[in-house]
């Protein structure tokens, strides 16, 4: 689908194209989301670049995701996507800034560009040029970054609160701890891709201030260095989450294993009751002649007094040492 942004009056509207006229408008704005090929031939010609195609957004080395051709700054970042669904996605995003223009590749569709959407239809006047739309479309994603990290150290603060708190008077303390060790194990997950899309955006800011700042704008200049400010400051939260994962994880893996060499425990000071009884057992359990217990009258009662007193006799003993 492909969404032009339209300069009008200083003011920018929002123009959904369902079948393509045969000249594209000039735009601010080109949004393509999972596009056709007719659409990406379109804005191509329309603007004069080649656009990269989804098997090159998804190379890792920085010289594919980061350069410049014929007057355009194509930038590559990961974007996570799907916070609230429980199973975040990472998807390359592919920004192509021109002095006249900004595209947007992407096959998925993160909620900021949703939100930076109605923004910019909101307050049309606001977005003089493409680098301002780039500048604000990067400040809609670091917020929602921002908007997640802060759930993410919440969640992680309540499941340490369950964890070092974790008895039940319902047995279900191994429970309980595999439950814990499945958040925090997919809160860690959501905070190493959130670690990689900074990453990424950091890298695209750097690039463009770089080599696009002969034609940026004051005003994007100033807003790429505030992005840069607050993308450290996340990436360093993002650093503290991920040792409190781990920190969280170690100690959830500790309590459990306490749990299983508790059970362990309990058998083996039952098992260790039980040999001198089966001891007592097998010696009377012979088939010899000579055995003159077995024809008293209170031979029976006396082997099981016996094997009774040989089982209480580890048990308090354990007991007293304070093993069981």
């Known amino acids: 689908m492909l969404t032009l942004f339209l300069p009008a009056d200083a003011a920018t509207q929002r123009l959904p194209l369902g079948e393509l006229p045969s000249t594209l408008p000039q735009a601010l704005w080109y949004d393509l989301l999972e596009p056709t090929t007719a659409e990406i031939h379109a804005v191509q010609r329309s603007l004069g670049i080649e656009l990269p195609s989804r098997e090159e957004m998804q190379e890792i080395e920085v010289s594919s995701r980061l350069y410049e051709e014929d007057g355009a700054l194509f930038m590559t970042v990961s974007i996570m996507s799907k916070f609230d669904s429980g199973r975040p996605e990472t998807n390359a995003v592919t920004f192509v800034l021109t002095p006249k223009a900004l595209v947007t590749v992407r096959y998925a569709d993160p909620l900021p560009f949703i939100q930076f959407s109605n923004r910019v239809q909101r307050n049309p006047g606001q977005w003089s040029g493409a680098d301002v739309v780039w500048t604000g479309l990067l400040e809609t994603l670091v917020d929602r970054v921002a908007d997640v990290l802060e759930r993410i150290s919440a969640d992680l603060e309540r499941t340490g609160q369950r964890v070092f708190d974790h008895k039940d008077t319902r047995g279900r303390t191994g429970v309980a701890l595999e439950e814990a060790l499945s958040k925090i194990g997919r809160s860690g997950q959501m905070v190493s891709g959130i670690s990689e899309s900074l990453m990424t955006l950091n890298r695209a800011i750097a690039f463009a201030g770089n080599i696009g700042g002969s034609w940026l704008r004051k005003d994007a200049r100033n807003s790429l260095k505030m992005l840069t400010r607050d993308i450290k400051s996340l990436h360093d939260h993002a650093a503290f989450l991920s040792q409190k994962v781990n920190f969280l994880l170690d100690a959830t893996l500790g309590l459990i294993n306490i749990e299983q060499n508790a059970i362990i425990k309990i058998f083996t000071v039952a098992s260790v009751a039980f ?19 077995l024809k008293w009258d209170f031979g029976y009662p006396l082997a099981l007094f016996l094997m009774l007193l040989s089982a209480l006799g580890p048990y308090y003993y354990f007991k007293r040492k304070g093993w069981i």
Not at 282 to 292: A, T, V
């Open 275 to 293: 040999l001198p009884p089966t001891l007592i057992a097998s010696i009377y359990g012979m088939n010899f002649e000579l055995q003159p217990e």
